[in-house]
């Protein structure tokens, strides 16, 4: 009798790894998926705060990288990761260079750095300067919107710097509803306020629009004043400018004495970020040895935590923070890899088996 066996099962070949894909995103791909979408973004960055709030981010301290040759000049990495429905992790690394300026090419450069949540692979690299511009604008939108909740809407508004940024901050108003009667322009360089001018004339902007010669009249006359500079330290220190009470988006952070904070209502994106690398809100820290003249994050007023008295100027004073720039730039890269035009770099990653 013969007994059959049954034959012994052979080691199946090995499943050759599958390599990460890797794609690189240009300037006029991101400002393609970004144009135009000012609401959608603002309510974007408004999930984004609110994730931050509930800890569903982690987002360390900025790291600046200086250069005792060029002490003007500074490369910051934002390493953050965001939780939510479409997690990602990353890392946005920007310069900011002010001699730029006189060369032609713009103060800011930027590249954002996206990687899988799963994996750790970094699966993206966007250019990010129109990332962190939007974001940035986004912000600033979003606050303006809810610190005028119980208080008249601004109808002057003044601009204090006039580059990129405020042109997005100009844009992302006027495409989520805001009107003005008239703008201000004060800036240091005549020609930038030139060319801030004419650029508002192109947009179609209606409003009686005035170039200020003196910080002090672009303040007194609007009751809306955004600070888009590259100072280093502050250079606005009379109180007694901000009388009438205005909203103020201290976006560059570094504009105002620490006693106009003093005497004002301030909002931060986040405390600790915010108290940190000489900002203005970090200097008045240094200076009363506490944190009470903080009213709270722009989180705790969007959720309620915290309601903005309408008697007194408002200060907004946004650190900027890496979650919001990986919730833009994830948003740009789903929407240009729903177009079908990720450029994707193929055997970026190679070495993929373990032993060779």
């Avoid at 930038?192 to 179609?204: D, N, V, W």
């Amino acid at each position: 009798m013969t007994t059959l066996h049954p034959p012994v099962p052979q080691p199946a070949d090995p499943v050759p790894p599958t390599a990460p894909s890797f794609a690189v995103i240009s300037g006029a791909q991101v400002q393609r998926a970004l144009q135009g979408r000012a609401p959608e973004i603002v309510d974007l960055i408004d999930a984004t705060y609110r994730l931050h709030g509930a800890g569903d981010t982690v987002n360390p301290p900025s790291y600046f990288l200086r250069f005792p040759d060029r002490p003007t000049s500074r490369i910051i990495a934002l390493p953050a990761s965001l939780g939510g429905p479409t997690p990602v992790d990353g890392l946005k690394w920007i310069s900011s260079f002010p001699t730029n300026v006189a060369n032609g090419i713009p103060r800011a450069s930027a590249v954002l750095i996206l990687n899988d949540h799963d994996t750790g692979y970094p699966f993206a690299c966007l250019e990010s300067s129109i990332i962190s511009a939007t974001r940035t604008a986004a912000s600033a939108t979003l606050a303006a919107d809810r610190l005028t909740h119980n208080r008249p809407r601004p109808r002057t508004i003044g601009f204090f710097g006039t580059g990129l940024i405020a042109r997005y901050i100009h844009t992302f108003l006027t495409q989520t509803g805001w009107e003005f009667d008239q703008i201000g322009i004060h800036d240091l360089s005549a020609d930038s306020a030139a060319g801030f001018r004419l650029y508002l004339e192109q947009s179609g902007a209606k409003q009686w629009i005035t170039v200020h010669d003196s910080a002090e009249q672009l303040i007194r006359t609007s009751d809306l004043v955004v600070f888009a500079t590259v100072a280093a330290r502050p250079h606005v220190s009379e109180a007694a400018w901000f009388d009438h009470h205005p909203l103020v988006l201290h976006v560059s952070l570094r504009d105002l004495a620490p006693e106009i904070l003093l005497s004002a209502t301030n909002i931060v994106d986040d405390v600790e970020h915010c108290l940190k690398a000489d900002t203005s809100p970090h200097l008045a820290e240094q200076l009363t040895g506490r944190r009470d003249f903080l009213l709270g994050t722009l989180d705790d007023v969007l959720t309620g935590r915290v309601t903005v008295p309408p008697d007194r100027t408002v200060v907004f004073s946004p650190f900027g923070l890496g979650v919001l720039d990986l919730a833009v730039g994830k948003h740009v890269y789903d929407e240009v890899a729903r177009s079908g035009e990720l450029h994707v770099v193929g055997d970026f990653f190679h070495e993929l088996r373990r032993h060779g």
